[in-house]
């Protein structure tokens, strides 16, 4: 079975400053990992993923996420926050060669003050 | 919302009575899923569907059934509605890549449903 455990549940940082949102997971076989964003009152989008190759995931709107295998991370970095970027932040799980099904984080709030 | 909408968007019901939700997709994905979020749970599968007639149960499934007779549309029925599933219900899609799977799901802007 596989888990994904979002360290913080909330996260307050001022604009401008740098921020990581941090996600392990647990897993018995390769994975695939994800981070989606949920703007108040909306769905969740896909902000990157990693299925393979470089650790380094670059996604939209600046953010970026490494994965560490030895670890068991996937952390999502901003090096300078937007107002625009309050939101809820998921971290997801899927198997590689296994089902079509994600196991998700329970959310981390990010809250960008001026 | 890539191609998926979702039906009613808000619902408030009493307790007891059958919900249908509706998802549609324009997308031809042969991967539906359903989900509902709480706060302090992030999203939890209900059920899914990996073709028509094909479905499958996720890990809160209880009360909840589903169908899907054709691609394009997967039902959410709650038989009778209690107050524990008040919830944000989410749809989502995925298709495979090069014939495997990848897990990329894309998600329906959710319906709000309240059971007073």
């Known amino acids: 079975a596989q888990s994904v455990t979002q360290l913080d549940s909330q996260v307050p940082v001022f604009e401008e400053a740098p921020v990581e949102l941090r996600c392990n997971y647990s897993s018995s076989v390769s994975v695939y990992l994800f981070w989606y964003v949920q703007y108040p009152n909306q769905g969740l989008q896909l902000l990157l993923k990693?299925?393979?190759?470089?650790?380094l995931v670059k996604g939209i709107n600046g953010f970026e996420a490494e994965f560490n295998k030895s670890q068991t991370s996937f952390h999502l970095r901003k090096p300078s926050v937007h107002i625009s970027d309050t939101a809820e932040y998921f971290c997801?799980?899927?198997?590689?060669?296994?089902?079509?099904?994600?196991?998700f984080g329970k959310g981390t709030k990010l809250t960008v003050n001026p | 919302d890539a191609g998926i909408t979702q039906s009613p968007r808000h619902k408030v019901t009493e307790t007891g009575t059958p919900v249908t939700l509706r998802c549609h997709q324009t997308?031809?994905?042969?991967?539906m899923y359903w989900y509902r979020q709480d706060p302090g749970h992030g999203l939890r599968l209900i059920h899914y569907?990996?073709?028509?007639?094909?479905?499958d149960k996720g890990e809160v499934s209880d009360g909840y059934s589903v169908s899907r007779s054709k691609t394009e549309d997967f039902l959410l029925t709650l038989e009778s509605a209690t107050s524990s599933q008040t919830s944000v219900y989410f749809c989502a899609i995925s298709e495979r890549q090069g014939g495997l799977a990848k897990n990329i799901q894309y998600f329906g802007a959710g319906t709000r449903l309240s059971v007073l």
């Open positions: 569907s990996y073709g028509v007639k094909d479905t």
């Open positions: 997801a799980v899927g198997s590689q060669g296994g089902s079509e099904k994600l196991v």
């Open positions: 997308e031809n994905h042969r991967y």
């Open positions: 990693y299925l393979s190759g470089s650790t």
